[in-house]
């Protein structure tokens, strides 16, 4: 175990005794994970993947910084970086999924496009509101972590506000899943269609995920800190690892059994028209601004 001291005490940053070897575990487990994703990312030349790659090396650090902290629980050199890369990592995780919908989009339906949106600006779009969301966050994140108990009031507020607008993307996402899957059914033949599945499953699995663990979040912080389920929450280590880092854990390992570079090609993923295949009309209009174009791929 590490340093212990009474969380009364006025120094002490930690809510609760935190558990070394659990923490060592995870840091062990996320550097896993992360290091699958970089070797996929490489091998299947997925560049995308970048994404879900911050995402696990944030997991991965927050936990590596977490076992100091332990041991120097009244730090904030040490606390404030492990606290916030593990509020934050889980949004990366998110963004990824929004940038693979627009590569399936762009690799499955044959106008490349869902409700009239490019795949290529349906990615970007939606990386932007996961961007809105991440600002949100932080900036509740680093009021949080104040000494005060009304700012840190007041930064709960507004990363609970964060939240519940990451969580109401995710619904608005989940619809254009399902108008995908949809028209998939009617447009794209057996072998795509089978492919196809496979990152569906996937991705309502990881979004589930992520919604068990944003949901754990909006409990443990919509309440001040006298309520009592507020209390149980944010005193009890055993809850941030079973809705929040397990979950995390479980979704970053789901895209590495079921990567999306075996089943979208290199280049489909970067928006990269095959030769011999021909844009319409209004792709071709869409893409006179190579700026635009380089945004949307990056996403």
């Not at 005794?17 to 994703?37: D, W």
């Not at 994140?141 to 009031?153: A, E, I, M, R």
């Not at 995390?248 to 990567?259: C, G, K, R």
Request: one cysteine or more; a positive charge.
């Amino acid at each position: 175990m590490g340093k212990c001291i009474p969380i009364t005490d006025k120094d002490n940053l930690w809510s609760f005794c935190p558990n070394v070897p659990a923490a060592v575990l995870f840091a062990v487990l996320f550097a896993l994970t992360s290091g699958v994703h970089i070797f996929q990312a490489h091998h299947y030349k997925t560049p995308f993947c970048w994404a879900i790659i911050m995402g696990a090396l944030w997991e991965m650090i927050s936990f590596v910084i977490r076992v100091p902290s332990i041991y120097n629980p009244t730090s904030l050199g040490l606390y404030n970086p492990w606290f916030l890369l593990f509020l934050l990592a889980p949004l990366w995780i998110n963004a990824f999924c929004y940038m693979l919908l627009g590569r399936m989009v762009f690799q499955y339906l044959p106008d490349r496009k869902l409700y009239k949106l490019r795949a290529q600006r349906m990615a970007l779009c939606f990386v932007i509101l996961d961007i809105v969301s991440f600002i949100i966050q932080i900036g509740g994140g680093l009021l949080v972590l104040s000494k005060n108990l009304q700012t840190k009031q007041t930064g709960l507020h507004i990363y609970t506000a964060g939240l519940a607008l990451q969580e109401f993307f995710i619904f608005v996402f989940v619809f254009l899943v399902f108008s995908f899957q949809r028209r998939l059914k009617r447009e794209a033949g057996p072998e795509a269609r089978r492919k196809a599945k496979k990152l569906l499953i996937t991705m309502y699995l990881s979004l589930t995920l992520i919604s068990i663990r944003i949901l754990y979040r909006l409990l443990e912080f919509a309440s001040s800190f006298t309520s009592k389920l507020t209390q149980e929450l944010w005193y009890h280590e055993v809850w941030q690892y079973c809705f929040d880092a397990l979950p995390m854990f479980l979704a970053l390992v789901l895209f590495n059994v079921i990567h999306p570079g075996t089943l979208i090609p290199g280049d489909k993923s970067k928006f990269i028209v095959p030769v011999g295949t021909e844009l319409s009309e209004q792709e071709k209009t869409g893409n006179s601004s190579n700026e635009a174009v380089m945004a949307e791929r990056s996403a």
